[in-house]
């Protein structure tokens, strides 16, 4: 399997630095990552380093916690696509979420997709999946339904537990074929990855993106 078509080669540790992003993106054109996944500060390094390149430009939203405001992260992803983001990886309300605000979060899907659309550019809405019951996940498969958002996201990698093969499963059942599924967090070897892949992902997150496609 070629899985660096897969991956999504990440950096958004807090002390990251403008030469750990540089490493990434040789590494990422390097290999072939699907995309560069960076802090939105260095969304034009990333950018310009990986000028008329092949791995495209992801940043992230409203992260790691998700609980801005709406048109906050509206305004994150306008700004970063002016700067060059193709693909935004955003944070849904777990506030609202476990407040039951529905009309909150609805529109807050709606919001994303919106702002992202309407550039072109593709949006990923991270679910934060470890922190969410099985009734909470597939009242959000509907409204990602409902905004018709490119891809749902599992998880930060930063609060509560990331990917598993059971969760990607059930997002691919939930979900219409229209929506891709981005399994994040925990993602270190070869096999767990390919074992995501084959449950439903179709791109993988992950900062060990070197390690995994070298076996």
Known sequence: MDLARFID???LKPDCALADIKKLCEEADLYGFAT???PPYFVKDATKALENRIPKI???VGFPFGYSATPAKVEEIK???DEGATELDAVLNICAIKSKQWNYVRNEFESLSTASHMRGK???IIFET???TEAEILKLCEFAAEAQVD???TSTGFNGPGATVGVVGLLRKKLPASIKIKASGGIRDRQFAEEL???GAERIGTSSGVKIVNG
Request: charged share 10%; with cysteine; glycine share 4%.
């Open 9 to 11: 080669h990440t950096i």
């Open 36 to 38: 560069v996944c960076v």
């Open 58 to 60: 992801s940043t992230v």
């Open 79 to 81: 700004k970063a696509i």
């Open 122 to 124: 593709v949006i990923k």
């Open 130 to 132: 470890g922190l969410l």
């Open 151 to 153: 891809f749902v996201k």
């Open 197 to 199: 892949i084959a449950s």
